[in-house]
Structures are given as structure tokens and as C-alpha cells.
């Protein structure tokens, strides 16, 4: 069971929002104030933390940096309870850390769907996901939780590709970013005396094609595969939408996509201190 640590100094909330988190069998930890909720966060350690901002001794954004400069509390959830509305007060609140904000009065939904979604996605920051079509698989679905977006990545195929064929030419505008499930995939540059200058050759469980959806260009090159491949076909959108995401997820998806850079930086560093004989090989 998940433990919260509820800091609130109106005993009627924090009464009625106890009740409610205790039907829902999280554990619950109650504070009146922000200095007692700062030590019952760390003796406590809870998977999240619900708080009020204006209370006495300490108030919400005291208790925020506090918890923040701590390294044991810093990555603890954080969600902010309380009557301000106004944009600068949210905004405020977001700039220390916070990672969502419930104004009051506030209905049983509301609140415990913001803490399951804080959750979800605290958990997809701790969780490693490995570079393959299962990992990627896994990612996309806690990020659809995480999200609330259950039609992400409806449109990803997967594609037959036979040797030799075009997967994208050069100058053509990217529509998808793709991962290898299996097989292999070069891209080049042609010249015009019909020689191929190979950019990158790519293998099972590797990404390609995104850059220039991150450099708003046109393909650089062309790629075609090297042998039968399965290719999984990621929309544009969906990429685009999986890196501008909420902090967890997007760290997450970059997380996967540079799997390969530690690997490919060793190969080039055994390339460049090879014998001449094994780097013409």
C-alpha cells in the first residue's frame, strides 16, 4: 500500500481528505502544520505528499524547498492543496517543484486522480525500460496511464520490410520514427557519380529517423534495409507528444532512445585506438 503524507492545517479537511485517501487504502499520515509535516517526511518517507499553502509555523512553499534541497524527500511527488487560485500562486508553486495542484473545494475524483496519476508517473521514473519492442511496448502503455491518453501511439505499426527496399528517401518530409524489432537499416547520402556515402548503419533494438523531426528538416539521407527487417513506425505526433510530455515520461522516452549512445561511444573509442589493419577491417 502506498503511504501519503497529508499536511493541512483546517482539521476538517484534513479529516474529510484522510477519510477519503483511507477508503481508497493508501496509508495516510496526518500533519497539522508545515514543520511537523517536514519531519514526519522524513522519518515517514511517503510515495506522496499532499499539502497546504498557507498554514502557520511553516507554510507550503517553505515546506517545498525543504523537502526539495533534502535528497531523500527532493523526488517525493508533491501536490499542492489549497484555496489560492491565482496564476502567479501557481506558477510559484510549479517553479519550486510542484508537481500538480488541486484548488478547493475539490471533488473525491478529482483528487484521486491526480494522486494516481502522480504515482503513475513517479513510477515510470523509477522504473528502467529495457531497449527492445517488449520494453518500448511496456513504455508506451504506462505512458498512455500516465497521460490519461488512450488513443497515444493508436496509429504505431509495425512494417515488413524486404532487403533492399526504401524505408524513406532523402528530402522527403519525416512522418514516423522507427525502431528496429528486427534486422538492419543503412542510411546514406547518393553522389552524383552514383557512389553511396553511408551516415549510419542501424541494428535490432536501435531508433532512427527522429532527428530531423527534432531539427524541423527534411530527411539528410535515404535508408533502406539491409536485410528483411520488422520496423515499428512511430507517428510523428506521438513522438513529439512522448518528449514534450510531463517530466517523467519525457525523461523516460529520451532514456530509451539513447540506450545505444554509451554503446556506439565504446565502439568509436576501440575504432580510434585499433591497429590500422583492425580499423580498415
Given at each position: ?179 528496429i524489432k528486427s534486422g538492419s537499416v543503412k542510411i546514406f547520402k547518393s553522389h552524383p557519380d552514383g557512389k553511396e556515402l553511408i551516415m549510419s548503419i542501424h541494428n535490432t533494438n536501435d531508433f532512427f529517423g527522429f532527428e530531423p523531426i527534432l531539427e524541423g528538416s527534411l530527411y539528410q539521407g535515404s535508408a533502406i534495409a539491409m536485410q528483411d527487417s520488422e520496423l515499428i513506425a ?48
Amino acid at each position: 500500500m502506498k503511504k501519503i503524507l497529508l499536511i493541512e492545517d483546517n482539521p476538517d479537511v484534513r479529516e474529510n481528505t484522510s477519510e477519503i485517501l483511507q477508503l481508497a487504502n493508501y496509508i495516510v499520515i496526518t500533519a497539522e502544520n508545515g514543520k511537523i509535516g517536514v519531519e514526519l517526511a522524513n522519518l515517514e518517507k511517503p510515495d506522496l505528499v499532499i499539502c497546504d499553502i498557507m498554514m502557520p509555523e511553516l507554510d507550503g512553499y517553505g515546506v517545498l524547498h525543504i523537502l526539495n534541497k533534502n535528497s531523500e524527500t527532493g523526488g517525493i511527488p508533491f501536490i499542492f492543496l489549497t484555496a489560492k487560485t491565482e496564476k502567479s500562486d501557481i506558477r510559484k508553486g510549479m517553479n519550486l517543484g510542484a508537481d500538480d495542484y488541486l484548488t478547493k473545494p475539490f471533488n473525491d475524483t478529482d483528487l484521486l486522480n491526480a494522486i494516481e496519476a502522480r504515482l503513475q508517473k513517479f513510477s515510470m521514473r523509477q522504473k528502467s525500460y529495457e531497449s527492445t519492442a517488449e520494453g518500448l511496448e511496456s513504455f508506451i502503455q504506462d505512458a498512455k496511464k500516465a497521460l490519461n491518453l488512450s488513443d497515444l501511439c493508436k496509429d504505431k505499426k509495425i512494417k515488413h520490410v524486404k532487403k533492399k527496399a526504401e524505408v524513406f528517401s532523402e528530402d522527403d518530409t519525416p512522418l514516423h520514427v522507427y525502431f528496429i524489432k528486427s534486422g538492419s537499416v543503412k542510411i546514406f547520402k547518393s553522389h552524383p557519380d552514383g557512389k553511396e556515402l553511408i551516415m549510419s548503419i542501424h541494428n535490432t533494438n536501435d531508433f532512427f529517423g527522429f532527428e530531423p523531426i527534432l531539427e524541423g528538416s527534411l530527411y539528410q539521407g535515404s535508408a533502406i534495409a539491409m536485410q528483411d527487417s520488422e520496423l515499428i513506425a512511430i507517428p510523428k505526433n506521438d513522438f513529439i507528444m512522448l518528449l514534450q510530455s510531463q517530466h517523467d515520461v519525457s525523461v523516460g522516452f529520451i532514456s530509451l532512445l539513447c540506450k545505444k549512445v554509451a554503446e556506439k561511444e565504446m565502439l568509436l573509442l576501440n575504432l580510434a585506438y585499433n591497429s590500422v589493419r583492425q580499423r580498415t577491417a
